[in-house]
Nanobody, 116 residues
Framework: QVQLVESGGGSVQPGGSLRLSCAAS????????MGWYRQAPGKQRELVATITSGSGTIYADSVKGRFTISRDNAKNTVNLQMNSLKPEDTAVYYC??????????WGQGTQVTVSS
């Protein structure tokens, strides 16, 4: 089994920054991609950013230019640097891992709150 543990969430003022990290552990043979999703109250969970094993990236239009996703393959870790945060970024952020065998795993989520 695979477990994902997120860290780095918290509360910041608009314009501030946070860095989220997600560490995967357990029986992992090959990771196809890892990413971050978020879910605000009353809304659907949405893609924030993903990164493939080949380091290709995909970003939601709403975060392009502000967020940067990166990974450390040796440590099975994915990070999300969030800059110029806005109140609308407030949500629970979830780490997602997909293996090359087709299995998907989710972290427990970490709260990000952006307010004055």
């Amino acid at each position: 089994q695979v477990q994902l543990v997120e860290s780095g969430g918290g509360s910041v003022q608009p314009g501030g920054s946070l860095r989220l990290s997600c560490a995967a552990s357990g029986r992992i043979f090959s990771i196809n991609d890892m990413g971050w999703y978020r879910q605000a109250p009353g809304k659907q969970r949405e893609l924030v950013a993903t990164i493939t094993s080949g380091s290709g990236t995909i970003y939601a239009d709403s975060v392009k230019g502000r967020f940067t996703i990166s990974r450390d393959n040796a440590k099975n870790t994915v990070n999300l640097q969030m800059n110029s945060l806005k109140p609308e970024d407030t949500a629970v952020y979830y780490c997602k891992l997909r293996t090359s065998a087709g299995f998907t795993y989710w972290g427990q989520g970490t709260q990000v709150t952006v307010s004055s």
